[in-house]
């Protein structure tokens, strides 16, 4: 069991796998990390956006049941393969064809110059993975499927 978190403005005690944009980096899924302060800053800017208070939601994971039990893809580092995933995934892919739950580094700030520009050609892949290699990933994990959330994500507070 790992601690993950969740960052917005409201408490989230029944988290909901289809909700929210289309077109995000692993899919339209629930979206927990393990960095506390990722889920912070996240709600820092949500609650800044719709002047509100901040919440972070923390809940257990239990990684082990994922794994084992659903379709599981991690991506370690910003490679090829994640550059793929995240492009298709922004295009309108359904990662929840193939996956019920993805981790991997997020394409923010730091990194989303390269990602949009081998979207748009204006960057080819080789010099957007050399640039992206220099970055360690932030974390995120999606749950794309309501029965990963309902069988493996526990609910413990808010900060």
């Not at 960052?7 to 692993?26: Q, S, T, W």
């Not at 939601?57 to 991690?74: A, H, I």
């Not at 949009?116 to 957007?128: C, K, L, P, R, S």
Request: with cysteine; proline share 2%.
């Amino acid at each position: 069991m790992i601690e993950v978190y969740h960052g917005g403005v409201e408490k989230i005690e029944k988290p909901l796998a289809k909700v929210g944009r289309d077109n995000l980096d692993f899919g339209k899924g629930f979206y927990v990390t393990r960095d506390l302060q990722q889920a912070k800053d996240w709600a820092e800017r949500t609650a800044r956006q719709r002047r509100e208070s901040p919440i972070v939601n923390t809940y257990g994971l239990d990684v082990e049941s994922v794994m084992k039990n659903f379709r599981f893809r991690k991506f370690e580092h910003y490679d090829s393969e994640w550059l793929q995933f995240i492009v298709s995934c922004r295009k309108g892919y359904d990662s929840s064809k193939d996956f019920d739950c993805v981790e991997g580094g997020i394409a923010n700030d730091r990194v989303i110059d390269m990602v949009e520009g081998f979207i748009n050609g204006t960057v080819d892949e080789t010099h957007a993975i050399k640039e992206l290699s220099k970055h360690s990933p932030n974390n995120q994990i999606c749950i794309l499927n309501q029965e990963v959330i309902d069988q493996c994500l526990t609910f413990k507070n808010i900060l």
